[in-house]
T-cell receptor, first 114, second 112 residues
């Protein structure tokens, strides 16, 4: 059974720091992995999608990497800003034929201090 | 704005009520999803539709009944819910089942 874990559960950093959020999954048979951010009481905003054949994706100050064999993905945020404060979620889509299951982690709650 | 809207944004209902949640996407996508987000638990996938056909039903109780009349609209019909069904219900869409998902703002449901 696929399990997705995000460590740490919460993180506070001063503005301007570079930081790394971690996502690990137990079954490497995934179709893709997606990173989201969620602001309190709101829906999810898609940040980056990495297909299983890719190693990384970049968008602005964000870089996500994927190592399927070790069951890990990292989200790197450069030069963090107070506006980056949110909960960051990763989700994997299982590669099981005939199924379209997405498994989410419990998230990392990030606070960037001004 | 992600192009996915949900109504109502907040809903309070008794256990004997019948209500419906509505989701509409303006992105021309072919796949739509319902998720449940409860406090302190990971997001749970409930239903997946592709080209108006249900392709995934994640062991959801029958008191939740989805409907997808066309590729732009998705409903979740609620009937005789329990207090533990109180949660944020999120709708998402994607171009197809292989692409990134775009989420709506959610409906905050409280069952009394």
């Amino acid at each position: 059974k696929q399990e997705v874990t995000q460590i740490p559960a919460a993180l506070s950093v001063p503005e301007g720091e570079n930081l790394v959020l971690n996502c690990s999954f137990t079954d490497s048979a995934i179709y893709n992995l997606q990173w989201f951010r969620q602001d309190p009481g709101k829906g999810l905003t898609s940040l980056l999608l990495i297909q299983s054949s890719q190693r990384e994706q970049t968008s602005g100050r964000l870089n996500a990497s994927l190592d399927k064999s070790s069951g890990r993905s990292t989200l790197y945020i450069a030069a963090s800003q107070p506006g980056d404060s949110a909960t960051y979620l990763c989700a994997v889509r299982l590669a099981t034929s005939g199924t379209y299951k997405y498994i989410f982690g419990t998230g990392t709650r990030l606070k960037v201090l001004a | 704005e992600t192009g996915v809207t949900q109504t109502p944004r907040h809903l309070v209902m008794g256990m004997t009520n019948k209500k419906s949640l509505k989701c509409e996407q303006h992105l021309g996508h072919n796949a739509m999803y319902w998720y449940k987000q409860s406090a302190k638990k990971p997001l749970e996938l409930m239903f997946v539709y592709s080209l108006e056909e249900r392709v995934e039903n994640n062991s959801v109780p029958s008191r939740f009944s989805p409907e997808c009349p066309n590729s732009s609209h998705l409903f979740l019909h609620l009937h005789t819910l329990q207090p533990e069904d109180s949660a944020l219900y999120l709708c998402a869409s994607s171009q197809d089942l292989a692409n990134e998902q775009f989420f709506g703002p959610g409906t905050r449901l409280t069952v009394l």
